[in-house]
């Protein structure tokens, strides 16, 4: 069985064992390294023989899709899909399967880390300390502030149980409503707008989708308390970028720490401000996670192998509605 994987940057250190644990199973593998694979026609190229393709953020795409007439099952080594055209591989009958939940820790752990690095302008101060200027900056305590979550799915969900350990008060917003969770981790469901206009950090960690892109645009920024901070784990395009400089230019809200952008690297250098903080979408990756997700992805590959129900399958209810099975 022929193996496409494009190999994110965050496998780089482990992909030659997931590798091998796939020959292991009988699987030919090819790779795509990350810089190989930004150029779409080198997927297009590599994958005409492939029944597996395994992606981190190289698109499977309708062209891609159609560039391999056996293919039969797409893995995305992550949760979110965006990245997939999964009407499509429905259509074509093919299996999509991702990882949910086996980076959740390793974002959320972030998210409070950029909380608390914005709050008290770390980077900037550790910048200025090494650079010889002895200046000492009034930041912001977490406890007592309101912490507003776009998004209280899994990751939602431990961010907002961390943020408790804090003494942060907790409110939601997002289409999935989990009420037993939000009650166990005293968390309340609100309105758009008062999740908006209520919370001094307003944190992003809910999915892309084609009805939220660029949620939080100017106007949405505009409801935002002067003194609040946006932060975005999830996915760059429910911000919109300029809008969101420009605000931070004039200081219409506290600042923002960003781990994900729009286009990933951005094409344009990022602004140089005090009150914006960036890395470079590192959210779901640590040493921890990315075995964990490894480990689902080469079971999920041997139990394809096998005829073996899958686990975290996608699109298995609309492939059974699609093809009558």
């Not at 590599?46 to 953020?57: C, E, F, L, P, R």
């Not at 949760?79 to 959740?104: C, F, H, M, Q, R």
């Not at 001094?200 to 002067?226: C, F, G, Q, V, W």
């Not at 490894?294 to 209810?317: K, S, Y």
Request: with cysteine; net charge neutral.
């Amino acid at each position: 069985m022929n193996v496409l994987f494009c190999v994110g940057k965050s496998y780089f250190p482990i992909y030659p064992s997931i590798v091998r644990r796939l020959e292991a199973l009988g699987a030919h593998v090819t790779c795509l390294m990350y810089d190989q694979a930004r150029d779409k026609q080198n997927i297009v190229r590599a994958i005409g023989g492939a029944a597996v393709y395994i992606t981190a953020v190289a698109p499977a795409d309708r062209e891609v899709i159609d560039a391999a007439p056996g293919l039969k099952y797409i893995l995305k080594t992550g949760t979110g899909l965006d990245n997939v055209d999964i009407e499509y591989a429905t259509e074509k009958g093919i299996l999509v399967s991702n990882a949910p939940g086996e980076n959740a820790m390793s974002v959320a752990e972030l998210a409070i880390g950029l909380m608390v690095a914005i709050s008290r302008q770390i980077p900037q101060l550790d910048r200025q300390t090494k650079e010889g200027t002895w200046f000492h900056s009034n930041g912001f305590e977490l406890n007592g502030k309101t912490l507003g979550i776009i998004g209280f799915g899994t990751i939602g969900q431990k961010i907002a149980k961390i943020a408790g350990a804090f003494g942060m008060h907790r409110i939601a917003y997002g289409a999935y409503r989990d009420d037993d969770a939000a009650a166990r981790l005293n968390t309340r469901f609100v309105t758009l707008d008062q999740v908006l206009s209520d919370s001094d950090y307003l944190m992003i960690s809910t999915a892309l989708r084609k009805t939220n892109y660029h949620l939080i645009d100017a106007e949405a920024l505009k409801k935002m308390k002067p003194s609040a901070f946006l932060i975005n784990i999830s996915r760059g395009a429910l911000t919109d970028e300029q809008a969101l400089f420009q605000a931070l230019r004039k200081k219409a809200i506290g600042g923002a720490a960003l781990d994900v952008f729009e286009q990933e690297p951005p094409e344009e250098p990022l602004p140089c401000l005090d009150n914006l903080i960036t890395t470079p979408h590192i959210g779901g990756t640590t040493e921890e996670s990315v075995e964990r997700v490894a480990q689902v992805t080469i079971d999920n590959i041997r139990r394809f192998m096998h005829g073996e129900p899958l686990n975290h399958l996608a699109n298995g209810n609309e492939l059974k509605k699609a093809h009558h099975i």
